[in-house]
C-alpha cells in the first residue's frame, strides 16, 4: 500500500510534484499521475487502481480542481471511506484563493495560499502527521565530482512569481553545472516569463554558441483548443498539452521544453549543425495530428500551428526571436491551421515592429497569458 495519493489537474501539476517530493524526503510513498501512470495506459483504470492502492489521498485544492470532473471522482472514492473525517482519509491542500462548497466544504483544508516554501512544508507535514519524521537527501552520485553536482527537488510552486528570477537562475545553474549533458529539464508550469526571456534565456543563447551549436525556437499552439474544452472537458485539453509536451520532450537535440500561456509549448532546438527548422517543425506538426488521440477521447482530433525562429547574433534581443517564432505561429493558424511557418525575418534596422502591426499584439498578448498570475507586464510600445 502506498501512503497518499495525489490528486490534482495538469494545471496544478508543479504543486503536485513539491509535494510529492517533500514526502519521498520523509520516508512516506506516493503515487501521482504524472510520476507514476506509463503513457498508453488506461487513465480510468490506472485511477480506480491507485485509489486501491493508497491509504489516504492529498487533494491539490484549486478553483482549476474544484471544476475538474476526473479530481472530483477522485476525491469522492476516499470520502465515501471517511464521511465524517475521523481516519483523514482525504486531506484538502489549498494552493490559491478558492472556496470549496457541497460535501467538499465540510472538510477543513490545510490552507497553504501565500505562504513561503519553509512555512508550507512544516504546516504540510504537522497536518499529514509525518513532521517527525527524518528527511532523506538524496545522496550525490559517487562517480561525479561533488563540486560539480547539485541535488535539488522541483522549484516551489507557491514562490511569489517576482521569485521566477530565481527559479530561472536554478534552471540554468543546473544546465551549466550538468553541461557535459547539454540538457535542460522541462519547464511544465509557465515558466517563460519576461524576466527569463530577456535575462536568462539570452545567456543561455550564449553559452550554446559558445559550444558551437545553433538554437532554435518552435512556438506550438493546439488549433480549436476552445471547441475541445467546450465538447469534451478542460482535463481532455490540459491531457493534450501533456501528450505534446511529452512529444517534444523526446525530439532530437532539444534543450528545453515548455509552455507559454495555457495551451501553447515551446521546443528550444540546438544542433552542433545547422539545423533543418522547417523540416522539423513540420514533422512535429504531422505527428501531432497523425497521434491516436481517440485513445484519449471518443471522436477527438487534434493538430497544431506551428511557427519557428533560428536565434542570431545579440543584435537580435531573445525577446524579438521568441516573437517571431509566435508570429509565424499565428499566421499559420490564420491560413487555416495544422501547418507549420517561419517567423518573419529579423531586421536590426526595423525595431518597432511590435509598435506597427496587431499580429505582433497579438503575440504579445499571448505570451502575458503568464502576467494574469504574476502581475508582470510586457511592454506593448
Known amino acids: 500500500m502506498k501512503n497518499f495519493f495525489i490528486s490534482y489537474t495538469s494545471s496544478d501539476s508543479a504543486w503536485a510534484e513539491w509535494i510529492a517530493w517533500e514526502l519521498d524526503l520523509v520516508g512516506s510513498s506516493t503515487l501521482m499521475q504524472k510520476w507514476d501512470f506509463s503513457p498508453g495506459t488506461n487513465f480510468a483504470e490506472s485511477m480506480h487502481s491507485a485509489i486501491k492502492e493508497c491509504e489516504r489521498l492529498i487533494l491539490v485544492l484549486s478553483d482549476a480542481s474544484l471544476k475538474s470532473k476526473f479530481v472530483a471522482a477522485e476525491w469522492a472514492a476516499f470520502f465515501a471511506k471517511d464521511p465524517v473525517g475521523s481516519k483523514k482519509l482525504l486531506v484538502p491542500v489549498r494552493i490559491d484563493d478558492c472556496i470549496p462548497d457541497g460535501l467538499l466544504g465540510q472538510i477543513v483544508y490545510v490552507d497553504l495560499l501565500g505562504l513561503g516554501e519553509e512555512q508550507s512544508r512544516t504546516i504540510l507535514m504537522e497536518a499529514l502527521g509525518v513532521s517527525g519524521a527524518k528527511r532523506r537527501p538524496k545522496p550525490l552520485f559517487p562517480g561525479t565530482k561533488a563540486s560539480a553536482t547539485t541535488v535539488s527537488g522541483p522549484t516551489f510552486p507557491g514562490s511569489n512569481e517576482s521569485d521566477l528570477v530565481g527559479a530561472s537562475v536554478g534552471i540554468l545553474s543546473s544546465y551549466f553545472a550538468a553541461s557535459a549533458g547539454n ?71 532539444r534543450l528545453l521544453v515548455g509552455r507559454m500561456g495555457d495551451d501553447t509549448v515551446f521546443v528550444l532546438i540546438s544542433s552542433r549543425y545547422e539545423h533543418d527548422i522547417a523540416k522539423l517543425a513540420g514533422n512535429i506538426v504531422r505527428k501531432i495530428s497523425k497521434a491516436s488521440w481517440g485513445a484519449v477521447a471518443q471522436g477527438l482530433y487534434v493538430h497544431c500551428s506551428a511557427g519557428f525562429a533560428i536565434f542570431y547574433d545579440a543584435s537580435e534581443p ?56 504574476t502581475g508582470q507586464n510586457w511592454p506593448i510600445s
Open 318 to 373: 531573445a525577446f524579438e526571436t521568441v516573437l517571431r517564432a509566435i508570429e509565424g505561429q499565428l499566421s499559420a493558424k490564420k491560413s487555416g491551421g495544422n501547418r507549420a511557418v517561419a517567423g518573419p525575418e529579423f531586421s536590426s534596422a526595423d525595431q518597432d515592429r511590435r509598435n506597427r502591426a496587431s499580429l505582433e499584439r497579438k503575440a504579445l498578448a499571448q505570451l502575458m497569458g503568464i502576467s494574469r498570475r
Open 183 to 253: 540538457v535542460l529539464p522541462t519547464i511544465r508550469r509557465r515558466a517563460l516569463g519576461r524576466i527569463f526571456v530577456e535575462r536568462h534565456l539570452q545567456s543561455l543563447i550564449e553559452a550554446e554558441k559558445g559550444l558551437g551549436n545553433a538554437v532554435s525556437i518552435i512556438s506550438l499552439d493546439v488549433d480549436g483548443m476552445s471547441g475541445i474544452n467546450t465538447r469534451f472537458g478542460v482535463d481532455i485539453g490540459d491531457a493534450i498539452v501533456e501528450r505534446i509536451l511529452h512529444h517534444c520532450e523526446g525530439l532530437p537535440d
